[in-house]
């Protein structure tokens, strides 16, 4: 064997000794044809100039993940497996690789030693320095979409983009059935699942989930207006505010976001996303009180609070409630077998126009019809009641109870009116 004089090496060829030998010294013969990177060996060398090929010959067996080196497809193969054996000494974090331990150690120290040359700004990783100085300090925008004209400083950015042209969400929050299609919008999205705030407003009390929605809370506690529009000059606290003023305001299409089953655009890509399930016979969301659901969260969300309110408005007959008198009385309907709406097209009938309309449309294949005009209800109202007690009572006054004239001060009714409206009011609300 071969035994190398500077160290306990050992080799059964001189060749690798030779090889070897060059651990011990500067020297770094082979260069780079490309560029000027220079290495100690020819396999060093070959490794390098994958950097100058689009060649990514490593791939893994479980997803369509390539990579230029074996080293970093290794890295990569934790991603399949849940083991974590890299523990924070400070925490009790774990993490899947030893360079996402240092990423995280940071975060125990203060220490920021990699300074920028342009800003002075200081960071606790020189990553964060490069990624800084290429998004902030840099115009080159030199990775290109090849599906869209869109550009970006960096290919993280890129990779992000292109999510935009497909479906596919890979990342699902193990506590509940929400997907997104970046890292990072599921670790914002994992806070909903914590009550933890870590964040704090150093001029109020109040605390926050995320740095964005502290971000955003601090514009409330300045008067400073930084962003102004280039087009008619409304200054803004916040430049998320700008931008979506200028795409409802000033974008040309105004309303870019079309729904592809009908003619309605709209101006937000949410707006439209609430719009679809208009299209949908699916009713996701229920109701966790009673069996009622419905289309959208909105609507789920309008419904719930019949659950928290003390309705005023009760049938006499049933346990049902509502907030509105005009309510009570169209439920009343549902306590009779006089049905006022007639199809005059068949001799259907019906308590409420919206079960005609349906019914025309379904039966008669009529997209539209006018509404027949109310038959008089055989539940007179509460209303109704009253005027007739008040009339045969009070007929000297009656006229100014439901009239719409208000006797002036001093006309001999004005004070019985008054008497009268609060007894109007009174029954109203029972």
Known sequence: PYQCELCDYTCKQSGHLKAHMLVHTEERPYQCEFC???????????????????????????????????????????????????????????????????????????????????????????????????????????????????????????????????????????????????????????????????????????????????????????????????????????????????????????????????????KTPQNLKSHMSVHSETKMFECDQCSVKCRTKMQLKIHSTSHQLDWPFECDYCEYRCARKSGLQSHMLTHSEHRTYSCEHCEFSSKSDEDLEEHVVNEHFIPTHPVPERKKSVFPSKTSVLQQQINSRHSSTSRFVFGKKTPKRGHPGAVEFQKKRRLNKKHDVQ
């Open 36 to 266: 000027e990177y220079t290495s100690k060996t020819v396999t060093l060398l070959g490794k390098h100039m994958l950097v100058h090929t689009d060649e990514r010959p490593f791939e893994c067996e479980y997803c369509d993940y390539k990579t230029k080196t074996n080293a970093k497809l290794k890295i990569h193969m934790v991603v399949h497996t849940d083991e974590r054996p890299y523990d924070c000494e400070s925490c009790d974090f774990k993490f899947k690789t030893a360079s996402s331990l240092r990423s995280h150690q940071v975060v125990h120290t203060e220490e920021r030693p990699f300074t920028c040359d342009i800003c002075n700004l200081s960071f606790k990783t020189s990553t964060y320095l490069q990624k800084h100085s290429t998004v902030v300090h840099s115009d080159d925008r030199p990775h290109k979409c090849e599906l869209c004209e869109s550009t970006f400083k960096t290919p993280g950015n890129l990779k992000t983009h292109m999510l935009v042209h497909t479906e596919e969400r890979p990342y699902q929050c193990e506590y509940c059935d929400y997907t997104c299609k970046t890292i990072g919008n599921l670790k914002t999205h994992l806070v909903v699942h914590s009550d933890e705030r870590p964040y704090e407003c150093d001029s109020c009390e109040l605390s926050f989930k995320t740095a964005s929605n502290l971000r955003t809370h601090l514009a409330t506690h300045s008067d400073e207006r930084p962003f102004t529009c280039e087009v008619c000059e409304v200054s803004f606290k916040l430049n998320s505010y700008l931008q979506k003023h200028t795409t409802l305001i000033h974008t040309q299409q105004g309303r870019p976001y079309a729904c592809d089953k009908c003619e309605s655009s709209f």
